[in-house]
């Protein structure tokens, strides 16, 4: 008892942490699951054609005119202290300061939309109809999910337009400043609150007051934190940011059904049908029984 008792106490000490790379690993992985599952439903594609392939064209003049005009400053500057390292620095600071400026000019007002359709019509896929219906129109004779997708019945947002994460964006930029350490510590304290949003949507589907919105985010700060870095440094690649804003809806819906399903439980088996009572089953296709009139 005393052997097993020394055994069990290590093995639990060992037990939280490898729990908690677990969850984040988990978490980590759904961004880059969107992107697989996006890939593979071409029914999809016309929400990134219509509406976001303009605004990535523009984002691409975005960057090219940082990349041309503001990265070799910057570079230069970060040189001073990090040596041969700095245009990784360098890099990034330019990428941040570009995703500041897509951000406030499109992603608040343009893209929020189709991240919607998007996020809904992959609960669709998942089965999750009753979830979605509540809120918009659905068309149910639609061949695919994105058609069922009619106008929504309230207010639909997938991610509230932030200012103070515009602001947070800004401030924590110069993180990029400190040799090592200062650029992965920008993308996750920026990508912790961006997985915070990931899931907005479905709180609202949920119809979830402000207080049971943040009880939950608690709940799961550790794996939006992994979340959002990962989506952080996806959003971060020039011209496809765009494209990879979807992809991380994507995969937050499909973290949503996940949880959806988990908390639904297992399908409960529908119980058998009850046999005749003397045994014997009756052929629909052979003639019923002659009529015996056999009184009491």
């Known amino acids: 008892m005393e052997s097993q008792h020394r055994l069990s106490q290590p093995m639990r000490l060992l037990g939280r942490p490898i729990n908690y790379i677990f969850r984040g ?42 990349f041309t005009f503001a990265f070799l400053p910057q570079y230069a500057f970060l040189a001073l202290f990090h040596g041969w390292g700095a245009w990784v620095n360098a890099v990034v600071l330019v990428l941040g300061e570009g995703l500041v400026i897509i951000q ?85 304290i920026t990508g912790a609150r961006l997985g915070t949003f990931s899931q907005y949507r479905w709180y609202m589907l949920r119809g979830l007051t402000k207080k049971e919105r943040k009880k939950e985010i608690r709940g799961r700060m550790w794996e939006y934190t992994w979340f959002g870095t990962i989506a952080m440094i996806l959003e971060l690649v020039p011209i496809l940011s765009l494209f990879f804003l979807l992809t991380s809806t994507t995969g937050a819906a499909l973290w949503t059904a996940k949880l959806e399903l988990q908390a639904k439980g297992p399908p409960v ?10 045994g014997q089953v009756h052929d629909p296709d052979e003639p019923p029984p002659p009529y015996v009139d056999n009184p009491v």
């Open 104 to 188: 406030g000019l499109f992603e608040g007002f343009f893209v929020d939309e189709c991240r919607v359709d998007v996020f809904d019509a992959t609960l669709l896929d998942k089965g999750l109809d009753s979830l979605v219906a509540p809120h918009r129109l659905l068309f149910p004779d639609a061949p695919n999910s994105v058609k069922k997708l009619g106008k929504p019945t309230s207010a639909a947002v997938y991610q509230p337009w932030s200012l103070i994460q515009i602001v947070e964006l800004i401030v924590f930029l110069p993180l990029n400043l400190i040799p090592y350490v200062g650029t992965p510590a920008f993308i996750i």
């Open 25 to 66: 690993l988990v978490a980590a992985s759904y961004p880059l699951r969107g992107i697989w599952y996006f890939l593979r439903h071409p029914v999809y594609y016309p929400l990134f054609l219509s509406r976001l392939l303009p605004l990535s064209i523009i984002s691409f003049l975005v960057y090219a005119i940082l």
């Open 269 to 278: 088996p529908a119980a058998p049908a009850a046999a005749p009572r003397d």
